[in-house]
């Protein structure tokens, strides 16, 4: 079993034991692709975690862009979080209906906004369910809660800086992707997108992190798996994915290696696969 961090990964064990903490929340963050044909609210509705509150990645967001769920303004998180009761001297725990899958970039959006006591439950939700652990079908009662931010610039890379940095070969890019999406040989689930890969990324699909049981390999077999795909992790990093949500799995997984140098592609492929003039890479 993985060691409880409460700024990383925490286990179902853990958060039964707290889920009566005061200063303890509770973020339900499902989120899932169009194909998978599931409604993240609507479960959420119908049972979640006692005490979750339910974090739209689709609405706190920047929706002034035309990209996807791109991190929001920090004005935007303190009025989303303040309206759910979420501020500072929190410890706050995000899962999801996959086991490990969307709850990651809600992860990352905190550590962004510079809140450090912010942890992703191990497993998720099934896991939860799996074990029999206690759940409810109404929401919790939300009072206004103060949040101070600082906003972590490092954490994120725009287009311009994911080109330079492809083009000197200064940091390790990883991609979350498929190996199909990867090498150019599957479509884009996104129209109009060409297909392959920035230039001298490594490959690493997300579920490679993973257990067979969503859980989080330990940092041991994490190491290995990076290694396998030819990462130099000597090398600061950047994770990517095709839009930004896979890719916080990776950054999760690099913050439990001890690996602290490391920033998001928040556009990912969404916005690097549609622009022409950037270089692509194919196999």
């Known amino acids: 079993m993985a060691i409880d961090d409460p700024r990383t ?17 509770v973020i339900d963050a499902s989120w899932y692709l169009p194909a998978m044909n599931r409604n993240g609210k609507a479960e959420y509705d119908a049972s979640h975690i006692p005490g979750a509150r339910y974090f739209d990645i689709d609405e706190i967001a920047d929706t002034r862009s035309p990209l996807p769920h791109m991190a929001p303004p920090a ?3 303190i009025s989303r979080m303040r309206a759910m009761g979420i501020g500072d001297g929190h410890q706050v725990v995000v899962y999801d209906g996959m086991g490990i899958f969307s709850a990651p970039r809600v992860w990352w959006t905190f550590k962004l906004m510079g809140k450090a006591d912010v942890a992703v439950l191990d497993g998720g939700f099934p896991k939860w369910l799996a074990e029999g652990r206690p759940v409810e079908d109404m929401p919790p009662i939300m009072r206004d809660r103060h949040i101070t931010v600082s906003r972590q610039a490092g954490l994120v890379k725009d287009v311009t800086q994911v080109a330079q940095a492809s083009k000197l070969g200064s940091h390790a890019i990883i991609d979350a992707r498929s190996p199909g999406r990867f090498a150019g040989t599957e479509a884009e689930p996104r129209a109009g997108l060409r297909s392959g890969h920035i230039p001298g ?10 257990s067979a049981d969503c859980t989080m390999k330990s940092p041991e077999e994490l190491r290995s798996v990076f290694d396998a795909a030819g990462v130099d992790l000597t090398k600061p990093v950047i994770t990517t994915c095709g839009s930004g949500v896979s890719a916080a799995i990776l950054s999760l997984a690099l913050e439990r290696m001890g690996q602290r140098n490391h920033a998001l592609y928040d556009g990912s492929w969404t916005e690097w696969g549609m622009y022409d003039d950037l270089p692509v890479e194919k196999g």
Do not use: C, G, I, M
């Open 201 to 210: 990324s490594r490959n690493v699909p997300w579920q490679q992190v993973l």
């Open 75 to 77: 004005e935007k998180f």
């Open 9 to 25: 990964l925490v286990s179902t064990d853990w958060l039964e034991a707290h889920l009566k903490d005061p200063d303890l929340r």
